[in-house]
């Protein structure tokens, strides 16, 4: 006999909308995220989307806000938790590579023709390198190399979300290996 579940319990928050559409542009791109396809693949009527956003656009713009926070922000707050500059870099690595590339990929295909998603992923690159930028002065003590390794560090992230299945785990292993020991002299264990 199964518990009987009440209207409220099947409610969904804004949040639930929110990781479900990013979750839609794993595979899907912006132009495919209708409110109708969103609404149809997580089971809620438009009038629960319509209780949490005023409309599409401000869907979109909570929706990029919520990517900058989930995919960025979270990253590096996990990554602050490290001991030192080495600890914290593999950490970071280790949670940017756990982001879905297809989000990543279906955002930035947005923002080339849309100018208002493209202040979205030039906020969300500048401080992914920043970041980054912050950890290889740690290291090297250099602020010109740091800033050319931060950049050099997000190119190669970039490169290998867009290759997608064209470069294997093992691949991505023995990339990051050869340039934490040869590039950034960052000791790998």
């Given at each position: 006999?199964?518990v009987?579940?009440?209207?409220?319990?099947?409610?969904?928050?804004?949040?639930?909308?929110?990781?479900?559409?990013?979750?839609l542009?794993?595979t899907?791109?912006?132009?495919?995220?209708?409110?109708?396809?969103?609404?149809?693949?997580?089971g809620?009527?438009?009038?629960?989307?319509?209780?949490?956003?005023?409309?599409r656009?401000?869907?979109?713009?909570?929706?990029?806000?919520?990517?900058?926070?989930?995919?960025?922000?979270?990253?590096i707050?996990?990554?602050?938790?490290?001991?030192?500059?080495?600890?914290?870099?593999?950490?970071v690595?280790?949670?940017?590579?756990?982001?879905?590339?297809?989000?990543e990929?279906?955002i930035?295909?947005w923002?080339l023709c849309?100018?208002?998603?493209?202040?979205y992923v030039?906020?969300?690159?500048?401080?992914?390198?920043?970041?980054?930028?912050?950890i290889?002065e740690?290291?090297?003590?250099d602020?010109?190399?740091?800033?050319?390794l931060?950049?050099?560090?997000y190119?190669?992230?970039l490169?290998?979300?867009?290759?997608?299945?064209?470069i294997?785990?093992?691949?991505?292993r023995?990339?990051?290996?050869?340039?934490?020991?040869?590039?950034?002299?960052?000791?790998?264990?």
């Amino acid at each position: 006999m199964g518990v009987k579940q009440t209207k409220k319990e099947l409610r969904h928050s804004a949040e639930d909308l929110l990781d479900a559409a990013l979750k839609l542009l794993e595979t899907e791109s912006v132009q495919q995220l209708t409110i109708d396809s969103l609404c149809r693949k997580i089971g809620v009527t438009k009038g629960s989307f319509y209780h949490h956003f005023t409309n599409r656009a401000d869907f979109l713009e909570r929706m990029l806000e919520h990517w900058v926070e989930g995919g960025t922000l979270a990253s590096i707050e996990a990554a602050d938790k490290g001991a030192d500059a080495t600890e914290r870099f593999n950490l970071v690595v280790e949670s940017s590579h756990k982001q879905p590339s297809g989000t990543e990929t279906s955002i930035r295909a947005w923002a080339l023709c849309d100018p208002f998603a493209q202040k979205y992923v030039e906020r969300v690159d500048r401080m992914r390198i920043e970041y980054l930028r912050s950890i290889f002065e740690e290291v090297s003590g250099d602020t010109e190399r740091a800033a050319l390794l931060s950049k050099i560090s997000y190119s190669m992230f970039l490169g290998v979300r867009m290759m997608g299945s064209n470069i294997s785990e093992e691949e991505h292993r023995c990339i990051l290996k050869t340039m934490k020991q040869e590039l950034y002299r960052i000791p790998v264990k």
